[in-house]
């Protein structure tokens, strides 16, 4: 918990310095205002708030906090001015960047002596007596019993680290889950243009499924069943002429309803894995890794079921993914992880391949999108050129 209570500590500094940078800016720009000059400066320092307010959205959105991003700031004075989002985002950069530069500056501090105390005894004796310990310890170090006065105090440190840092992150947070949420007027509106477009996403996945059974059942089983009973109706008509040659078309028949079943139970397993089902989602993706031309590690940690349509999206997730990382990453290898936190499910899929991995090129991360974006989830992509390619998705799954 303390590692990750340091780890928000340091991402809210950074954001926090940004908004200390943009405080000064809002004051440069009011000085400027009361001659007059800074009022044309306002719509940019505007877009300056929005981008420190950016920031912040995108560390919080990280750590599980949904913050819908806001509309493009207003072009003229009047509607910066009028506008509820720059009003709730200039008070989070003034908060933020005091307030949160504070105690992300103590939060770091903690951990910082914690560790100068705790190796003190080790380099004790490269030091002059006089200089003291580390940080405000600055008494007289004879030997190594004060100098293990001091580990002892890194102790402390530590503890107070274990015990403040997560209070100190939630802190430093909170002016943000506060501020940067939608203000109360526009949540509504925008709660149902989200749903509006998770429900086009949901008919639109819907749909493709439909064409890709009906495409699987027409250009597969439907031709081996076609095939069927063209050989029978020669068999039959064989039969009194040439019983040898009846006989191997009915073996040929015979060869062909296997296949048949075969691709009808190959468009069953597409349509929900009977593994899924019987044995739950980390025997399914097991199965998957097992059959990954890539070498593939699997981690799942979920306690219990989560809902069927849930596990078959995780599924198909996990299953599109490294189909794209075998035809297209040249990894070496793929590390998948699911976990539940809460009321979500976190999907990670992560492989060390080149990279460059783009939407629009019909790779099949579309397909992925739309499934997401039909539970109301959430879906990340991040693939520079060079790699490694991280795919990130989270589901609702109930509590």
């Not at 039969?239 to 078309?249: G, H, K, S, T």
Request: charged content about 20%; proline content about 6%.
């Amino acid at each position: 918990m303390s590692v990750d209570a340091i780890e928000h500590l340091v991402g809210g500094l950074g954001t926090s310095i940004l908004a200390l940078a943009v405080v000064l800016l809002l004051l440069l720009v009011a000085l400027a205002c009361v001659v007059g000059i800074g009022l044309v400066m306002v719509p940019s320092t505007a877009k300056a708030v929005r981008l420190a307010a950016g920031r912040e959205r995108i560390r919080l959105s990280r750590w599980g906090c949904d913050l819908p991003l806001p509309p493009a700031v207003p072009a003229g004075l009047r509607g910066v001015l009028h506008d509820p989002w720059v009003r709730r985002e200039v008070a989070f950069v003034a908060t933020h960047g005091t307030v949160g530069f504070g105690l992300g500056v103590v939060g770091l501090s903690l951990p910082m002596s914690a560790v100068q105390n705790l190796l003190f005894p080790l380099y004790y004796w490269a030091l002059p007596p006089e200089a003291g310990g580390p940080g405000f310890i600055n008494w007289r170090i004879d030997g190594f019993p004060d100098a293990l006065m001091v580990g002892l105090i890194g102790v402390g440190w530590l503890a107070a680290t274990v015990a403040l840092g997560p209070r100190l992150a939630r802190l430093q947070a909170l002016p943000g889950r506060r501020l940067l949420a939608p203000p109360r007027d526009v949540d509504t509106s925008l709660r149902i243009a989200e749903l509006t477009a998770t429900r086009a996403a949901a008919l639109d996945a819907h749909a493709v499924e439909l064409r890709r059974i009906e495409r699987s059942l027409h250009d597969g089983a439907q031709n081996r069943l076609v095939a069927v009973t063209v050989l029978l109706g020669a068999a039959r008509r064989a039969m009194l002429r040439d019983p040898a040659r009846a006989v191997e078309i009915l073996d040929r028949a015979h060869d062909s309803a296997e296949l048949a079943l075969a691709e009808l139970r190959s468009v069953v397993r597409g349509i929900l894995p009977p593994v899924l089902d019987d044995r739950g989602l980390a025997a399914a993706l097991d199965g998957l890794a097992a059959g990954c031309g890539v070498p593939c590690a699997v981690e799942v940690d979920v306690p219990g079921r989560c809902a069927a349509s849930v596990e078959a999206t995780a599924y198909f997730v996990v299953a599109e993914a490294l189909t794209n990382v075998a035809r297209h990453s040249c990894a070496a290898s793929v590390a998948v992880t699911v976990r539940s936190s809460g009321d979500r499910l976190h999907v990670s899929i992560v492989d060390d391949g080149w990279g460059g991995a783009d939407e629009s090129h019909g790779s099949g991360i579309g397909g992925i999108r739309r499934r997401v974006q039909a539970h109301d989830g959430r879906f990340t992509l991040t693939s520079p050129p060079g790699g490694p390619t991280a795919l990130l998705v989270e589901l609702p799954c109930g509590s």
